[in-house]
């Protein structure tokens, strides 16, 4: 069954690094999204990208955040200057149909700001 | 605010008996709902979905049933097992934001 993947699983980083978080979403999906879980938190949406442009994105994702898609495969998520409180599970999620369809969310990249 | 909830955080089960989780909407014009898993250290994995035109879904070992009337969604688990140990999420179309999940709990 396709999947959706994540690179790296764990990332550590200093303060004010830039971190690129990177995701292969399932090939013949339309629409990709980036998650984040701080620890012992819920679920909180990021962004939602289509058609190589941002759908919608939350209060969360500020100026620091960017995504991309560079390629055909590949959609990444950008940390400008991490910050301690960026320290999360970042998941990525792609769907066929957007809304109408279910979210297949990768396992997820550890992000640790020291 | 959110539109959908969960009603409780936490759910202790023991092994065999059946577990039912249960979710309030307030969009009376939802019409596609979704539930979602979350194992310890993965990703939220989708186990069932539900569209407006039916009250009752089935899948393996689970059963999502609709009440539109008191917008009212719940997931029930037949013969709970160790593995169905995991926090629960309800979502609905059109709105990217989960609750903060019901997590179950497997009594051996």
């Known amino acids: 069954e396709p999947e959706v993947t994540q690179t790296p699983s764990h990332q550590v980083t200093q303060m004010g690094q830039e971190v690129i978080l990177r995701c292969v979403p399932i090939s013949n999906h339309l629409y990709f999204y980036w998650y984040r879980q701080i620890l012992g938190q819920k679920v909180e949406f990021l962004v939602s990208f289509y058609n190589n442009e941002i759908s919608e994105k939350s209060e969360i994702f500020d100026d620091q955040f960017s995504v991309e898609r560079p390629d055909g495969s590949n959609f990444t998520l950008k940390i400008r200057s991490t910050k301690l409180e960026d320290s999360a599970m970042y998941f990525c999620?792609?769907?066929?149909?957007?809304?109408?369809?279910?979210?297949?969310f990768g396992n997820g990249t550890r992000l640790t700001v020291t | 605010g959110e539109s959908v909830g969960l009603h409780l955080p936490t759910l202790s089960v023991q092994e065999g008996d059946n577990s039912i989780i249960n979710c309030a909407y307030s969009?009376?014009?939802?019409?596609?709902f979704i539930w979602y898993k979350q194992e310890s250290g993965k990703g939220p994995q989708f186990i069932i979905d539900i569209r407006s035109n039916m009250d009752k879904r089935q899948g393996q070992r689970v059963t999502v049933l609709l009440n539109k009337t008191v917008k009212h969604l719940s997931l029930q688990i037949a013969a709970t097992q160790p593995g169905d140990s995991a926090v629960y999420f309800c979502a609905e179309r059109g709105k990217l934001s989960f609750g903060a999940g019901t997590t179950v709990t497997v009594r051996a």
């Open positions: 969009n009376s014009a939802s019409d596609y």
């Open positions: 999620a792609s769907s066929g149909t957007g809304t109408n369809s279910p979210l297949h």
